[in-house]
């Protein structure tokens, strides 16, 4: 297999993980869900069933989903979660003098959450992909101007928390 596919696999299987860990979030503020059921039912169970039923509806259109690397799952929603605290003091502090981070939805939160853990927590990660990715995934759930939220919001944390790698 050359690297470009491997690499294209790779980068699709790892976005994958980040959607799921969103919606894990998401069902775990939600419902109150323990951590060990999300991480059992998203690899174990639903991503699987899920994926066989996105099969049969975009068989024609070849956009089956990949499925996620586990790894960068556990690690995004594990992360959040053993961090939360902190993650949530770094939001408040990018978000305007009205806003607060209860009043977002639900689903912001979770994107805002994964995508600061990944800028503070995992430096081999390149800030632009992070951006990108959890830029790409507000797109996913929202149509109006929250995806350039999403992008002011991780930029304003990567200024502070990525200093050097952005070269300001």
Do not use: C
Request: aromatic fraction near 8%.
């Amino acid at each position: 297999m050359s690297n470009k596919v491997k690499s294209s696999r790779d980068s699709r299987t790892t976005s994958t993980a980040r959607l799921a860990a969103v919606q894990g979030l998401y069902e775990i503020e939600l419902t109150g869900a323990q951590l060990d059921y999300i991480l059992f039912d998203f690899l174990g169970r639903r991503w699987t069933v899920q994926n066989d039923i996105d099969a049969v509806g975009q068989a024609e259109k070849n956009e089956r989903l990949a499925d996620p690397d586990k790894k960068k799952f556990s690690e995004v929603v594990r992360g959040v979660l053993a961090n939360k605290a902190d993650i949530d003091k770094m939001i408040e502090g990018a978000l305007s003098e009205n806003s607060t981070l209860e009043k977002l939805d639900v689903i912001m939160r979770s994107i805002l959450r994964a995508g600061t853990f990944e800028l503070f927590h995992l430096p081999a990660v390149p800030v632009k992909v992070i951006i990108n990715e959890y830029v790409d995934l507000a797109h996913a759930f929202y149509s109006e101007k929250e995806p350039g939220f999403v992008n002011g919001i991780l930029d304003r944390l990567a200024k502070v928390i990525r200093q050097q790698e952005l070269g300001n």
